[in-house]
């Protein structure tokens, strides 16, 4: 019988955009469905490229569209070689096809993502652009699974739609093994739980994917955002968003 | 659950460094800057100074240098902390070295990368603000082709400064990184001030870029021309 996995996530403006009047262009969505052949748990992260006006609609078209085509399509992507392709022409499609509806360029839908998947104690993890994705093993250790992928730059980084793309997009998979939890957050949330001069993370991200043990995810999702708009924002200008998921 | 246990401490995060924004002014200290101008542009440098150090966030981002050229290139000012900067002032004299000057403000923002780097600071794309009154009496083709490089490869934001009607626009327009490589051009000693308010409001704004942003600069007062 395979585990069952818990996930929380939030997202909140941050405060370079509240001056600014910017709508946050983080965006977080997390997808369970229970099918005969197990239970697919999915949580993903977009952060929409401050730039373009619509990033937010892009983040959020992303972090739906990946999870569900990753529910369809969980088993034939475990086995195939070119993962990152198959999944990249996936979301250049749902794009391509907002970006028409709407006449605009599809770059104006710019933005990072991360995303991780689990179904009979098999996992997908993949990441594009900057923010953190991090592990957490059954010794209550926390480890980066995916370092931020930015330019030489802090202003710069990868996005859904640069066009070095393929190479962008890093894919991890195989099985759950010693993995217990795991957590993904954009980069203004990394200010304050990723140290840039070690590469590693905060051991307080151990004591939040933990959360999940003790709180519903109704509760968790409410601390996060009670945290990010409390504390975690005040370090940076940019919009924090973090996503958690938690064997339970 | 209560709430009440899901809460952070500020203890439990990391106090990263804060992203660096290295600017480096490289000014014209030639002889034909001699009298109001070169007291002008002291006055100048100082205010854009001052000016950082009052911003909340600039302060604590933006590194400045000062290389001034004359018959030689000098570093006036390495990069530091604005907080740990005095400002030696600028004495007009000889030629008009301006290829050594570039050559050496490039090299003091390359040396300062590295140090960025070998630290583990973040850091935005560099920037060059050239100033001159005149043209160039060395040879300017290395720097000219450094400028060039970094900044076909985004590396590097030159503004080109032409100060009153005697600066060799055809030369400054090489170096600019700018649209057009369009040249800014201060109309006389006076206006400096306006100039370098509108340097330091533009750097605040830099400063506080997050990633696809395209930093949108304020507009230049109308005592700034644009040499096209």
């Known amino acids: 019988m395979s ?105 104006e839908l710019s933005s990072t993502l991360l995303f991780v998947v689990i179904k009979n104690d098999k996992f997908i993890v993949g990441h594009i652009g900057d923010g953190v994705i991090g592990v957490l093993d059954k010794d209550n250790k926390i480890s980066v699974l995916s370092h931020p992928d930015n330019g030489e730059y802090s202003n710069s980084t ?7 793309y393929p190479d962008r997009l890093r894919i991890i998979k195989g099985n759950i093994v010693d993995s217990t939890g795991f957590i993904l957050m954009s980069d203004g949330s990394d200010e304050s739980l990723y140290d840039s001069r070690t590469k590693e993370l905060a051991p307080v991200n151990a004591e939040i994917i933990n959360w ?14 009670s945290n990010l708009n409390e504390i975690i924002k005040h370090k940076t200008h940019d919009d924090c968003s973090l996503g958690i998921l938690k064997k339970c | ?57 600039a302060r604590y981002s933006v590194e400045l240098a000062v290389v001034s050229f004359n018959s030689e290139a000098e570093t006036i000012s390495d990069f530091s902390s604005v907080d740990r900067q005095t400002i030696t002032l600028l004495e007009a004299d000889g030629a008009t070295s301006m290829g050594e000057g570039v050559e050496l403000a490039l090299d003091l923002l390359e040396q300062r990368k590295r140090e960025f780097s070998n630290k583990g600071v973040d850091y935005y794309q560099p920037w060059l603000v050239l100033m001159s009154d005149g043209g160039p009496t060395d040879n300017i083709s290395t720097a000219v082709r450094r400028v060039q490089e970094l900044s076909s490869k985004k590396k590097l934001t030159v503004f080109s400064v032409a100060i009153g009607d005697n600066a060799d626009i055809t030369v400054l327009k090489q170096f600019s990184s700018m649209k057009n490589n369009l040249v800014l ?28 942003d395209k930093p949108s600069l304020p507009p230049t007062p109308p005592v700034i021309e644009i040499e096209l």
Not at chain 1, 213 to 224: C, D, F, I, P, Q
Not at chain 2, 187 to 211: D, G, I, N, T
Request: hydrophobic share 35%; aromatic share 8%.
């Open chain 1, 3 to 107: 585990d069952t996995w818990k996930s929380a996530s939030a997202y909140v403006t941050g405060r370079g955009h509240l001056t600014k009047n910017i709508p946050c262009q983080d965006r977080t969505f997390e997808l369970v469905s229970k099918h005969s052949t197990g239970v697919f748990y999915g949580l993903s992260l977009a952060d929409g490229a401050g730039s373009y006006k619509l990033s937010d609609i892009g983040a959020e078209i992303v972090t739906k569209e990946i999870l569900t085509y990753l529910k369809s399509n969980f088993s034939n992507l475990l086995q195939v070689k070119n993962t990152s392709k198959k999944i990249i022409n996936n979301i250049e499609e749902q794009l391509a096809k907002e970006a028409k509806n709407r006449e605009i360029d599809i770059k």
């Open chain 1, 158 to 164: 990868f996005f859904t739609t640069t066009d070095s």
């Open chain 1, 212 to 225: 999940l043990n003790v709180g519903s995810s109704k509760e968790v999702k409410s601390a996060l955002e």
């Open chain 2, 1 to 57: 659950m209560s709430n009440n246990l899901m809460v952070l401490r500020e203890r439990d995060l990391i106090e990263n460094p804060t992203t660096r924004l290295p600017v480096c002014l490289c000014l014209d200290s030639s002889y034909s800057m001699n009298g109001a101008p070169i007291n002008e542009l002291n006055k100048g440098v100082q205010y854009f100074f001052d000016a950082i150090k009052t911003d909340e966030i």
């Open chain 2, 185 to 212: 051009k201060v109309k006389s000693a006076e206006h400096f001030k306006e100039f370098f308010e509108w340097l330091s409001q533009s750097v605040s704004v830099a400063s506080q870029s997050v990633p696809g």
